[in-house]
């Protein structure tokens, strides 16, 4: 739990640009520190939005050091997991698979859930006054008193710190490294959520369909609602000129795959489908400058195919968090936050590239992980690694 300490960083003010999952967990786990925490979404209001995700052990428990208790709430909002599904594309089960070894061996199970649901959760704990939304940052300058951010519409706001928390594009990290477009990674995604009666899955269990250089992910994710992800290879991306296009593409996609898959997709309104390529950046060596540094997709935005983007993002919330409490001096936290963070990031940034193309090829085609070569570790013990993540207490 996160309590004001009397070695915490003497700042007043903090902007959080960014009102995603990871603002929102930070401006929660911020304000328990005793700081006057803003947050700036360019989103004019919080719609229902994203699709359907995995939380893992390692980021569930970041969210019950940040916010006790909030776990039960998720859980209510979202499915918890207890077995996966191999399907082929005909819909047919190849092979399930127990994830209760989840809550046997960290203590915490696997939950899927929708991205809207989670961010209205956090959304309740962060007070109304202290989220601004239609602010889109567009800059900021700093001196050695404070960081002055830049809206569109000239907004202006003042702040002792800033932490740029606004995803794969972010304005923050742009004007601190310049680091330009993210990295396309060659296949492209089409996801929505949905509210179904559905005979793929019983409920509690998480299905994969594999097909050749494209698969699908079904997600339930609690109180009726039902989340399917398709993806494919596509080494030259495109956007459809709109949605009933996009849904007419996945139908074209999937049209020798099984009926009832289909009817999932066919039963979807356009509007909710989701289309986007698949990106990531490569690694940065530093993340902060001055009174500002980054968390979450602005830091490291990494391929889904571990499913970490999120569960990682709460793993920078704790660990800032702690390190506010920790040191008194900014570059003192903010040069701990990096010496804690960007390593574990890097390689999970990393095996996610290669796993996410690993997706696309046959047992036959795969070659051995240089990032788990590297680390001499096997993939059974990298998970480990990845999921037995232990929160800095404060
Ligand atoms: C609408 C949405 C839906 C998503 N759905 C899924 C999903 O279904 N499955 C999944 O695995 N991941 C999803 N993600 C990504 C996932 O949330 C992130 O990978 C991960 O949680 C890291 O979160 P983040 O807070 O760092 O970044 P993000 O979740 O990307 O949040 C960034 C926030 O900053 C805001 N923002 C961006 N630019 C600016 C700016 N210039 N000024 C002010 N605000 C700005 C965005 O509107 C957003 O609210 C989604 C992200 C968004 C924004």
């Given amino acids: 739990m996160y309590t004001n300490t009397q070695e915490a960083i003497q700042v007043n003010k903090i902007a959080i640009v960014g009102a995603g999952l990871g603002g929102l967990a930070c401006a929660i786990a911020l304000r328990k520190l005793g700081y006057d925490v803003q947050v700036y979404e360019k989103a004019k209001d919080f719609r229902p939005v994203g699709g359907g995700f995995g939380l893992l052990p390692n980021g569930l428990?970041?969210?019950?050091?940040?916010?006790?208790?909030?776990?039960?709430?998720?859980?209510?909002?979202?499915?918890?997991?207890?077995?996966?599904?191999?399907?082929?594309?005909?819909?047919?089960?190849?092979?399930?698979?127990?994830?209760?070894?989840?809550?046997?061996?960290?203590?915490?199970?696997?939950?899927?859930?929708?991205?809207?649901?989670?961010?209205?959760?956090?959304?309740?704990?962060?007070?109304?006054?202290?989220?601004?939304?239609?602010?889109?940052c567009i800059g900021f300058t700093q001196d050695d008193n404070g960081v002055d951010i830049y809206f569109d519409d000239d907004k202006k706001v003042r702040a002792d710190l800033l932490i740029g928390a606004d995803g794969i594009n972010s304005a923050v990290r742009e004007t601190l490294f310049k680091d330009g477009k993210a990295r396309y990674l060659g296949s492209m995604s089409w996801r929505a959520v949905i509210k179904c009666d559905q005979q793929l899955l019983n409920p509690g269990e998480l299905g994969v369909v594999r097909s050749s250089r494209e698969f699908m992910f079904l997600l339930n994710l609690g109180n009726g609602y039902f989340s399917w992800l398709y993806r494919q290879l596509l080494p030259n991306f495109f956007l459809s000129p709109n949605l009933d296009v996009a849904k007419s593409e996945v139908l074209s996609k999937i049209a020798h795959w099984g009926k009832p898959l289909q009817q999932l997709v066919e039963m979807t309104p356009s509007e909710r489908i989701l289309e986007a390529p698949i990106y990531d950046r490569p690694p940065l060596d530093t993340w902060s400058n001055g009174r500002v540094t980054l968390l979450g997709d602005a830091a490291h935005p990494m391929a889904p195919a571990l499913a970490q983007g999120t569960n990682t993002t709460f793993e920078d919330v704790c660990e800032l968090a702690w390190c506010f409490a920790q040191y008194k001096n900014i570059s003192e936290a903010f040069n701990n936050y990096e010496r804690r963070r960007i390593d574990r990031t890097r390689i999970i940034q990393n095996r996610s590239a290669e796993a996410e193309m690993d997706n696309y090829k046959t047992q036959e085609e795969k070659s051995p992980s240089l990032v788990l070569q590297q680390l001499q570790m096997s993939n059974e013990e990298f998970q480990d690694w990845i999921l037995s993540y232990q929160p800095p207490t404060i």
């Fill in 61 to 136: 428990k970041c969210l019950d050091a940040i916010e006790p208790g909030i776990v039960s709430l998720i859980k209510n909002s979202g499915c918890e997991v207890s077995q996966s599904v191999l399907k082929n594309n005909q819909g047919e089960t190849i092979r399930t698979n127990k994830t209760a070894r989840y809550q046997d061996k960290y203590g915490l199970p696997l939950i899927t859930v929708w991205w809207w649901h989670l961010q209205q959760v956090l959304v309740s704990k962060v007070p109304e006054n202290n989220i601004h939304l239609n602010h889109r």
